[in-house]
């Protein structure tokens, strides 16, 4: 799964409005997600097979109808590879602060 | 009404390591932060999420195994009363073979409408998954993945 996909699905105020809704509420139909919408069913069926190529989003089949689902998978995975190690780096900081200060008190 | 959250991930490996990975106490150790997971993995067998420290997290059972393709779990939280209330849980795990890549799908749904307990019970799947697939391609995990976040 490439992470260009990802980028290109995100680069989308109309996509990123429907993964809104479906942050939202998970697991909408296609007519549920076109509610409000000032684009056609053409358009959100056209953004949401952009979406699912890129595996952001999901769609399942749940009896007669087919539900989309927000996957946060491959966003965690750009977040990991860009923000992970200042996190770890904070963790560090922090055990370097908690031997300072114990060693203080000694 | 229930509560569903879906997780896809692609993996470049073969099926039977992604079913290790997901079946192998020492295996799942090493990117879910530092839990692990004890069955016989047989339907009906009863099924356990411990801390490191041995505590119990959660607990269930195997209602259908079929490896390397399908397990399904019931999964429920046993640490925080308000979650443990809300009972169990189903998760379901797919691995499909995609080319040369695995894709693996996991399905959690509570019967609950707005249930908490999926929300804190698999608020930490991106993280799971996102170490396990640098585990199996890299032989590495994530180094964020060590501690179950606060939930």
Known sequence: MSMDAVFRALADASRRQLLDRLHNKNGQTLGELCEGLAMSRQAVTKHLAILENANVVVSKRQGREKLHFINPVPIHDIAERWIGKFERGRLVALADLKRKLEREEK | MSTTFVYVTYIRTTPQKLWDALTKPEFIKQYWFNMTQQSEWKTGASWK?????????????????????????KWANEFRPELKDEG????????????????????????????????????????????????????????????????
């Open chain 2, 88 to 151: 169990p849980t189903r998760c379901v795990y797919d691995l499909e073979q995609d080319g040369d890549v695995m894709r693996l799908t996991i399905t959690h749904t509570s019967e609950r409408d707005g249930a908490k307990v999926i929300e804190a019970v698999s608020g930490g799947w991106p993280r799971v998954l996102s170490s396990l697939k640098s585990l199996l391609e890299t032989g590495k995990p994530m180094p964020s993945s060590h501690n179950r976040p606060a939930t």
């Open chain 2, 49 to 73: 999420m411990l801390f490191s420290d041995g505590r119990v997290a959660d607990v269930g059972e195997v209602l259908e195994i079929d490896p390397p393709r399908r397990l399904v779990l």
